[in-house]
């Protein structure tokens, strides 16, 4: 229940309602691979085709940009971690059917 008062203070006005709130990844998120993960020296990023890959950026915790992946068709990355702090750390690979997140752990 929302209640809505006025400035004044008089005339409260209360109403009921749902809300539901989903969360969902994309259904590509599945074929989108990450390995090893955890991960020490590098890490392998697996593409299936058709995703359109329009490049991929790496996120801290704290949401600091951290470093950047091309764009890629299909197919596999393999991209250095030997610059990274031991954490975990957000992949996010902008695709033509919409953002994918991966999380991936440095040891």
């Given at each position: 229940?929302?209640?809505?008062t006025?400035?004044?203070?008089?005339?409260?006005?209360?109403?009921?309602?749902?809300?539901?709130?989903?969360?969902t990844?994309?259904?590509?998120?599945g074929e989108?691979?990450?390995?090893?993960?955890?991960?020490?020296d590098q890490?392998?990023?697996?593409?299936?085709?058709?995703?359109?890959?329009?490049?991929?950026?790496?996120?801290?915790?704290?949401g600091?940009?951290?470093g950047?992946?091309?764009?890629?068709?299909?197919?596999?990355?393999?991209?250095s971690t030997?610059?990274?702090?031991?954490?975990?750390y957000?992949?996010?690979?902008?695709?033509s059917?919409?953002?994918?997140?991966?999380k991936?752990?440095?040891q």
């Amino acid at each position: 229940t929302v209640s809505v008062t006025g400035p004044c203070g008089e005339g409260v006005i209360s109403e009921a309602f749902g809300l539901t709130i989903t969360a969902t990844q994309p259904a590509l998120a599945g074929e989108v691979v990450l390995h090893p993960n955890p991960a020490t020296d590098q890490v392998t990023l697996q593409l299936p085709a058709g995703t359109g890959a329009q490049g991929a950026r790496l996120l801290d915790v704290n949401g600091k940009l951290v470093g950047w992946l091309p764009a890629q068709k299909e197919g596999q990355a393999v991209f250095s971690t030997r610059h990274l702090s031991r954490g975990v750390y957000l992949l996010e690979i902008r695709t033509s059917r919409g953002p994918v997140r991966k999380k991936l752990l440095i040891q």
